[in-house]
């Protein structure tokens, strides 16, 4: 079964660093490429960071580069995502996504994500 | 940068037909793919390519593209696909992507 399961995802004060973590199962992780996609409270989905499959190419919208970083484990089957320089505007749910397991050219797998709260 | 832009409400009678639109420049040269997220779920891949369904989606749903303008269709609209629906590209780079601000269908 494909399965994508996000971790690490918790409170945190601006300015501060947190984490992320996805477990990938069920598919050869080594061969897709992964992104990272969040969505504000109430929001629309905003594309974050990709990695592609032999973790040599990584790309980042605008509102978090430089302060986040995409990584990837493959022989943990594990993609990750640093989070530096927190700010409130970071606050959302944050899905692992895949690229191209079951079709083409598409967001294809998503996990259920986890909630990254950024207060005071 | 690039932008995709949703109507952000659509309503469609039950069993009726309803189209959903995605403007955007990257349009042309990339086609758009399309989810569908229902409250307090993840989204769910409805269609991408020319027009291609994934697995499990109903042959109701049903995608196009003229010009810079990406349609995803539902012919025969039920009552659990009242949802909201995003469209996704790249963007101009080729290398980063984009989602529509989202359109939220309500089924009559």
């Known amino acids: 079964q494909v399965q994508l399961v996000e971790s690490g995802g918790g409170v945190v004060q601006p300015g501060g660093s947190l984490r992320l973590s996805c477990a990938a199962s069920g598919f050869p992780f080594n061969n897709v490429g992964m992104h990272w996609v969040r969505q504000a409270p109430g929001k629309g989905l905003e594309w974050v960071a990709v990695?592609?499959?032999?973790?040599?190419?990584?790309y980042y919208a605008e509102s978090v580069k430089g302060r986040f970083t995409i990584s990837r484990d493959n022989s943990a089957n594990s993609l990750y995502l640093q989070m530096n320089s927190l700010r409130v505007e970071d606050t959302a749910v944050y899905y692992c996504?895949?690229?191209?397991?079951?079709?083409?050219?598409?967001?294809?797998?998503w996990g259920q994500g986890t909630l990254v709260r950024v207060s005071s | 940068s690039s932008e995709l832009t949703q109507d952000p409400a659509v309503s469609v009678a039950l069993g009726q037909t309803v189209e959903i639109t995605c403007q955007g420049d990257?349009?042309?040269?990339?086609?758009a793919s399309w989810y569908q997220q229902k409250p307090g779920q993840a989204p769910v891949l409805v269609m991408y390519?020319?027009?291609n369904r994934p697995s499990g989606i109903p042959d109701r749903f049903s995608g196009s593209r003229s010009g810079n303008t990406a349609s995803l269709t539902i012919t025969g609209a039920q009552a659990e696909d009242e949802a909201e629906y995003y469209c996704n590209s790249r963007d101009s780079s080729g290398v980063r992507w984009v989602f529509g601000g989202g359109t939220k269908l309500t089924v009559l």
């Open positions: 996504v895949s690229r191209g397991i079951a079709v083409q050219d598409a967001f294809d797998i």
């Open positions: 990695i592609w499959s032999d973790g040599s190419l990584k």
């Open positions: 990257t349009l042309r040269p990339y086609y």
């Open positions: 390519g020319k027009n």
